[in-house]
């Protein structure tokens, strides 16, 4: 069985500032783990994902995440927030067998 | 690379009518499909998922019905709406390798 736990369900940071979206997870095995965005009335996009190879990540729009196998999480930083970044955005743990646990969201706005 | 289509895009039902929302996939070959609901302020629920045509598998039991009558088309279904039903229903293939999913635009189901 595997879980996916997005501490933040809310994050309001100011434009220019640094970005920490925080997510745990649990698995039986090694898992593969995404962060998808999704922005007001749109579908899902692949930000990054991890799957066994460098533990930190980096993905589109200045985005990065880092494996911590010791504290099972993988946390989404960018070090400027844009107001194009004001979206919600999902962990998610995806098995061998393509299926997917996604965590509740969290959802970030960007003040000016 | 996969393009998925889907539609409609909004939809508003009554109560106790029935429902059919198609998805269909373009540039992969036997793919697997997914059905995904989206509740407003939750993450999203795996519903259905196939692996080939006429294979389907229940996550949760629910008033939904998925078929797949063609290789990269899948179709979720209802006989009769509950108010319960309505959100943003979303659509995913697997991606060729590293467990990937790539969604569709999505259509949102308002049942009044």
């Known amino acids: 069985a595997q879980s996916v736990t997005q501490l933040d369900s809310h994050v309001s940071v100011s434009e220019g500032t640094p970005v920490l979206l925080r997510c745990n997870y649990s698995?039986?095995?090694?898992?593969?783990l995404f962060w998808y965005v999704q922005h007001p009335n749109k579908g899902l996009q692949l930000l990054l994902k991890?799957?066994?190879?460098?533990?930190l990540v980096k993905g589109i729009n200045g985005f990065e995440a880092e494996f911590k196998k010791s504290e099972t999480s993988f946390h989404l930083t960018k070090p400027s927030a844009h107001m194009s970044d004001a979206a919600e955005y999902f962990c998610?743990?995806?098995?061998?067998?393509?299926?997917?646990?996604f965590g509740d969201g969290t959802t970030l706005t960007v003040k000016p | 690379s996969q393009t998925i289509h889907q539609w409609p895009a909004t939809l508003v039902q009554p109560v106790g009518s029935p429902l059919s929302l198609e998805c269909t996939v373009e540039g992969t070959s036997n793919p697997n499909l997914y059905w995904y609901r989206q509740a407003a302020g939750r993450g999203l629920q795996l519903l259905f998922y196939s692996v080939g045509i006429g294979q389907i598998s229940s996550e949760v039991p629910q008033n939904l019905s998925a078929s797949r009558p063609q290789d990269r088309q899948f179709i979720l279904s209802s006989k009769k709406l509950l108010l319960s039903d309505s959100g943003f229903y979303l659509c995913a293939c697997r991606g060729r390798g590293l467990n990937e999913q790539f969604f569709g635009p999505g259509t949102r189901l308002t049942v009044l």
């Open positions: 991890y799957t066994s190879a460098a533990t």
């Open positions: 998610v743990v995806i098995t061998n067998a393509g299926k997917s646990t």
């Open positions: 698995s039986s095995y090694s898992p593969s």
